[in-house]
Structure formats: structure tokens, C-alpha cells
């Protein structure tokens, strides 16, 4: 057993539990402190904020957060937002609107754990796959999604600010008890996501 394994991860020289958790509006400014971190063009504070206004009931996001105790729904006191993910309800399908972790903390199952996580509570709420857009050079987003087994749908032209056209990728499907059972391994704290 490493210092990795188990519910207990190892971030930096401390063991500090991690927790994937609903996004609330208070994490919105941790959040996008995230975001700019990461993306080309950033999504504002303002933008996540209004993923809370704007037809919430249709939007799923979640945090993953360390340091916090439990695995409760609401902040806690300490907690540290290391990556989010979020996605939209349209009729049976999911739209996963973004992704992103905290480059201290990537290469760590983070972003797995969250797209699993919200793959399966999208298919809970009664989406049957899901769908994104991902810039055809995002090797790492790329990577991540095919291990999900998202494969190519189509392209969206000039979708990106570099004019770029973006890749559609599809998911599985996630009723299927196969899939969910997938899922489930991925959504749990090990370190690696190995199957049995
Ligand atoms: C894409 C991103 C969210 C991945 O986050 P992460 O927490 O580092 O990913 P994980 O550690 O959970 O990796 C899961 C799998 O994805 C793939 N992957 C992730 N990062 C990778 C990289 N840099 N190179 C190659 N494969 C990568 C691997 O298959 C990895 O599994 P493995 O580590 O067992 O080989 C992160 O790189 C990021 O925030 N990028 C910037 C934002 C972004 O591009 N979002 C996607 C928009 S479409």
C-alpha cells in the first residue's frame, strides 16, 4: 500500500481528505480562481454565479474540494476548491459545459472523480449520454474523455476565439448497468482509478 491508496490522498507533503461535493454559490469566486488558472479564455465569476440563476433546476455542478470534513453538501470552514464540473440538462442528454483542476493538484484522478461523479448523477436526473466540445489540440481533456469512452460526433466550426473548430464528442450511454458500474469505480477515492 502507498501513501496514496486508500480514502486518503496525498496532496503536496499533507494527507488531506478530498470531497466531490455540489457546487454552491458560495464557491463561485474559488471556482473561477480555478478557471483562470487553466483555460485560454476563462469563464468570469460572473458566469459561473449565473449557472445559479439562470434555469438552475437544468445545471449540474460540482466542486472538488480538500481539506473538508464529511462529505456534506454545504462549504466548510478550511476547504480548499482544487477543480469543478459542470453540466447542462437538455432534454435526455447532458451537456458537459466544463471541466477543469487546479495544475498543483492535476495528474492526481481529480478530474476523473468529477467526471465520473457527474456522469452519474446526470444520469440519476435522467440523461441518457452526454455530450461536450473540446479543442482538438487539448491533449490532456482529449485523454480524459476516452477513458470515459467519448468518441468523435462531429465539429462545431470556428467554435473557439483562435478560430478553431471544436471536436463533439459523445459519452456512453449512462443507463446501462455496465457503464454505471464504471462510473461508480471511477467516482470512488482511489488514487488511480484501476479496475479489479
Ligand atoms: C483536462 C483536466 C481537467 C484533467 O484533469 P486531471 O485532474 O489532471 O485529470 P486526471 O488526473 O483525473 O486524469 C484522468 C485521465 O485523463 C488523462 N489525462 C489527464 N491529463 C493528461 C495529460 N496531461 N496528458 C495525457 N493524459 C492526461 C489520463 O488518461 C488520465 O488517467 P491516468 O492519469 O490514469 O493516465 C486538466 O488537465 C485541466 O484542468 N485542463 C485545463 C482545462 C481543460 O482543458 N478542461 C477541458 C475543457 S474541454
New binding site residues.
Given amino acids: 500500500m502507498t501513501a496514496t491508496d486508500g480514502p486518503w490522498a496525498t496532496i503536496g507533503v499533507r494527507l488531506r481528505p478530498l470531497a466531490i461535493r455540489p457546487m454552491t454559490l458560495d464557491d463561485v469566486e474559488a471556482v473561477a480562481v480555478v478557471e483562470q488558472q487553466?483555460?485560454p479564455q476563462p469563464w468570469s465569476r460572473h458566469l459561473f454565479a449565473d449557472e445559479f440563476t439562470i434555469d438552475a433546476t437544468a445545471r449540474h455542478w460540482l466542486v472538488a474540494a480538500l481539506g473538508g470534513i464529511g462529505s456534506g453538501s454545504g462549504r466548510v470552514d478550511g476547504e480548499e476548491i482544487i477543480?469543478f464540473a459542470g453540466a447542462m440538462l437538455v432534454a435526455d442528454e447532458a451537456h458537459v459545459m466544463?471541466?477543469?483542476?487546479d495544475p498543483r493538484?492535476?495528474?492526481?484522478?481529480?478530474?476523473?472523480?468529477l467526471l465520473a461523479r457527474l456522469l452519474l448523477d446526470v444520469g440519476d436526473r435522467g440523461a441518457v449520454t452526454a455530450t461536450?466540445?473540446?479543442?482538438p489540440t487539448?491533449?490532456?481533456?482529449l485523454?480524459?474523455y476516452r477513458?470515459f469512452d467519448f468518441s468523435p460526433r462531429g465539429r462545431r466550426p470556428g467554435y473557439y476565439g483562435d478560430g478553431s473548430d471544436a471536436l463533439i464528442l459523445t459519452g456512453p450511454r449512462l443507463y446501462r448497468p455496465d457503464v454505471r458500474r464504471l462510473l461508480a469505480l471511477h467516482a470512488a477515492d482511489s488514487p488511480?482509478?484501476d479496475q479489479p
Fill in positions: 487553466v483555460a477543480g466544463n471541466i477543469a483542476v493538484h492535476q495528474r492526481q484522478g481529480v478530474a476523473r472523480r461536450l466540445e473540446v479543442h487539448n491533449r490532456a481533456a485523454a480524459l477513458r488511480d482509478g
